[in-house]
Every structure is written in C-alpha cells, then in structure tokens.
C-alpha cells in the first residue's frame, strides 16, 4: 500500500515537472530555456495545480459523475473566476520578483496574460478529460463486473430450479413400488429379484446421471421400460400399455429426466375405465428431432388432477430447451395426451 502511494505521488510529482518545462518552452521568447521565465513558470505552478485538482477531484466525481449538474455548473463558474484572479495575481507578482518592480526589464516573456490563462486551463481542460475517461472506464468496468455477477446469479438460480424440477418424480412411485417389494418378498415370489435389479437401475439414473447435461435418448428410453415394468407388476391386470420407439441413430442426445415424468404422470392420473388403465407411448427420433407422444385414459376428475407436476415438466422446458420445443397437451373426458417435439439442430442450453 505505501509502495504504490510512493508510485502514485512520483507520478504525480514527474506529470508537474514536464508541465513546468512545457510552460518554461512555450513562454520564451526563443527555443533557449531562460532563467527568468523559468522562475515565471514556477510562480504559476501553484494555481495550475490547484485548480487541477478542484477539477479532478472534487468537481468530476462529486457532482459531473453523479450528473448534479447544477452543482458542476455553478461551482465550476465559481473555480474559473477565482483560478484566473489567481493567475493575474501570479503574472503580477512573477514579474515583480523577477524585475523588482522594473517590469521592462522582462524581454524574454512576449505572451499576454489571455494567453497564458489559456495555457494553464489547457493543462487543467486535459487533465480533467484524462479523469473522466478514468471514471467512465472504471464505471465500464464496473458495470460489467455487476452484469457479470448477475448473469451468474440468475444461471446459478436456473441450476438450482432445474436441479428441483429434476427430481420431481414423485415419491409415492418409491413408496408404493417398495410395498410391492416388500410384499413380493413376503410371498417369495420369483419376480422379487427382476424388481430389485429394475429399481436400482432407476434409483441409479435417478441419482447420478440426473447430474449430466445430456444422456443417450437409448438410455431415457431403458428406464421408461424399467420403469413401466416395476409399473406393469404393481397394477397387475388392471393396465395395458405399449411403447413403440423408432431411433435412427444411437448418438442422439436429451436432458435426462425429460421424458420419464411425462410417464410417471400418466400413470399417476390416469384413469381405469372397465378395468383397464390404458396408456400408449410413441417415441421417434433422428438427429433433427424427437417426438414424444403419450396418450393415456382419462376422467374429468384425473383431468383437474394434472397441473402441478405438467407445469413443473413445462418449467424445465423452457430452462434446457428455450425456444427449441413443442408442447401441445389435449384433454378430454376420456383420454389425455401429450406430444412434444423437440428441435436438435441447434445446441440445448447447457443448464444443470
């Protein structure tokens, strides 16, 4: 800290040396630095200097930076007629030190005194210019970094709500299809094992690879399978579904956890009607796009029943795939259907 006051004064002290001998050049009479007009040039400095750093100081950042212009205006008025009292009064008292009051014996001094107030507000009209550039450039800065720490702010607020809408499959599935476990277990039937081995695969693409931008469609569509049929064991004969895929390449790419909600969702609002849960599951993909479609049986009641998980799924959309999906949902007093398709040809935001 007193390391770069030490610059900082140097560099001050340096800027006022080579104003002094700008003024010592551009006051003589000729090319040749005379004594005379270099005390003459000193006896100005004080003023000069003064009225500088009013300007850079106390005027700029005080009241032109914070656009009290009223202020800046009036005493900058006010800075003017004192600093060119002040500079008549240093011509004057320059010149008789320097002639003991025999001013004709100043030949080597052939500016007048308009002149020199010139001279000096140049130095001051500059300097101030170089300050406020300063100040716009730090305010630049400044601005910028704010933007910055914004921007972050609102990208980690869309990690966050992204990371919620994740695991927003419900927790009744967990619990429901753990009691058919548990009652699978009881009864030591055969399917106990195939249960496990499907629940650990989803509790592991539930878990870990939620945490990727981006998973294989193949493996989004493995755990729709896994989860259909822990789904298919727990309804028992009460539930028909079909699931037809068409993938042309095995490099196609989602946000995980996209699809399996729109699942869980039919499953979970769905409505047996003459004893059966109907549910249809249509996926098509290429490298230009995918389209999910999903239609399920449906009531007036199951119908009022989905908003809060679907608006969840919609949230999410827009997060990872801004201006890059469709989603059209129908409902009727008998079936519900959703169809989303979503473009690939340009990047999904990479939001986690």
């Known amino acids: 800290m007193v390391l770069k006051k030490l610059k900082h004064a140097l560099a001050h002290l340096l800027f006022w040396v080579a104003v002094l001998f700008l003024f010592t050049s551009v006051f003589s009479v000729d ?9 003459f040039s000193i006896f100005l400095m004080p003023v000069t200097i003064t009225t500088t750093y009013v300007s850079v100081y106390k005027l700029i950042p005080e009241y032109l930076v914070t656009k009290n ?19 008549v009064f240093s011509i004057f008292y320059a010149l008789a030190y320097l002639t003991n009051f025999e001013f004709s014996n100043i030949t080597s001094i052939s500016k007048s005194a308009l002149f020199i107030i010139t001279c000096v507000y140049l130095v001051v009209v500059v300097v101030s210019a170089f300050k406020l550039l300063q100040l716009n450039l ?8 704010l933007e910055t720490k914004i921007l972050e702010t609102q990208l980690k607020l869309k990690e966050q709500e992204l990371n919620y809408l ?11 299809t753990l009691n058919t476990l548990y009652g699978f277990a009881l009864k030591k039937a055969e399917e106990t094992p195939d ?17 990727k931008p981006f998973v294989s469609l193949n493996d989004e569509i493995n ?5 259909i049929s822990l789904e298919k064991i ?14 042309n390449s095995k490099h196609i790419e989602v946000a995980p956890m996209l699809l399996i909600p729109f699942v869980e969702n039919s499953f979970k609002h769905g409505a047996i009607k003459n004893g059966i849960l109907d549910i249809n599951i249509s996926i098509e993909a290429n490298t230009s796009e995918v389209i999910f479609k999903i239609n399920n049986s449906s009531t007036t009641e199951a119908i009022k029943m989905n908003g809060i998980g679907l608006e969840n799924i919609k949230k999410r959309l827009e997060l990872a795939y801004p201006n890059q999906h469709q989603l059209t949902i129908n409902n009727t ?10 473009n690939l040809k340009s990047k999904p935001a990479n939001v986690q």
């Open 31 to 39: 090319s040749a630095i005379n004594i005379n007009v270099l005390y």
């Open 69 to 87: 212009y009223y202020k800046f205006t009036l005493y900058s008025v006010y800075t003017f007629v004192i600093s060119v009292f002040g500079i």
């Open 138 to 145: 730090k305010q630049s800065k400044n601005n910028a970094a």
């Open 166 to 176: 994740k695991m927003q499959i419900h927790p009744h599935f967990l619990f429901n």
């Open 195 to 211: 249960m496990i081995l499907k629940l650990s695969n989803l509790l592991d693409y539930l878990l870990y690879q939620v945490d």
């Open 223 to 227: 755990h729709i399978e896994d989860y």
């Open 234 to 247: 727990r309804f028992n004969d009460t539930l028909n579904v079909s699931l037809q895929k068409s993938i």
């Open 333 to 342: 007093e008998t079936n519900f259907t959703v169809l989303l398709i979503l």
